[in-house]
């Protein structure tokens, strides 16, 4: 119920193509759908975040769309970069608790 | 968005030791949580650290184990207590932004590591 199911664990793409990375969750309580990017030896870093009564949000290369009725969401990375290489994690947040469910990390590598 | 320092950023400790991380924010904030990373995973919430009172513990973690202390709006401290090698992980500290519940931002972490 309390978890949000990531995938894949990881992902290869060539420089310029786009990376997708999916999320799904059980419960309906969670209100706030961050993603978060980690290089290593550093903290995560909020990339974007959505709340479910949007369907799509874009920021720059990053856009997030999701699904409500299906209970999904997930992170597209436009023209990417070698410098995207990184760890996603997407998250939910229950209500206004601010506690954070992550998912289980998308290690990303884009080939130049 | 608020500035986080950890210390330490790092340290190799002793198996049976105690070792305080410290949380700093360059500026005033409601909610502060302290999560953990265990090598190659994900982040779990280990607490709610509540300003002037006792801290929040998720399932899993104990107030004996893991003592939080949050003095004031902008600092906080967690306690690995009696530590084992299961305890190396990455424990993070993270904020949102005053009178926010949401866009929160993250510490660079205190990598632990436990012989």
């Known amino acids: 119920q309390q978890q949000v199911k990531q995938s894949p664990q990881s992902l290869i793409v060539q420089k310029g193509g786009i990376s997708i990375i999916n999320c799904a969750y059980e419960?309906?309580?969670?209100?706030?759908f961050p993603w978060y990017q980690q290089f290593p030896g550093k903290g995560p870093a909020l990339l974007i975040a959505?709340?479910?009564?949007?369907s799509e949000k874009k920021e720059g290369r990053f856009t997030i769309s999701f699904n409500k009725s299906a209970k999904q969401f997930s992170l597209h990375i436009m023209d990417s970069q070698p410098g995207d290489s990184a760890t996603y994690f997407c998250a939910a947040m229950p209500g206004n608790t601010g506690k954070l469910i992550f998912g289980q990390g998308t290690t990303l590598q884009v080939k130049p | 968005s608020a500035v986080i320092s950890q210390k330490p950023s790092r340290d190799i400790c002793q198996r049976g030791t105690s070792l305080t991380i410290q949380c700093q924010v360059d500026?005033?904030?409601?909610?502060m949580f302290w999560y953990r990373q265990q090598p190659g995973q994900s982040l779990t919430l280990i607490a709610t650290a509540n300003q002037g009172s006792e801290a929040t513990y998720e399932s899993g973690f104990v107030i004996d184990k893991f003592p939080i202390s949050r003095p004031n709006l902008t600092f906080s401290t967690l306690t690995v207590s009696n530590m084992s090698p299961e305890d190396s992980s990455i424990y993070l500290c993270?904020?949102?932004?005053?009178?926010?519940?949401?866009?929160?931002?993250f510490g660079s972490g205190t990598r632990l590591t436990v012989v």
């Open positions: 959505i709340r479910p009564d949007v």
């Open positions: 419960n309906t309580a969670f209100d706030y």
């Open positions: 993270s904020v949102a932004p005053w009178g926010a519940n949401y866009g929160y931002t």
């Open positions: 500026s005033q904030v409601t909610m």
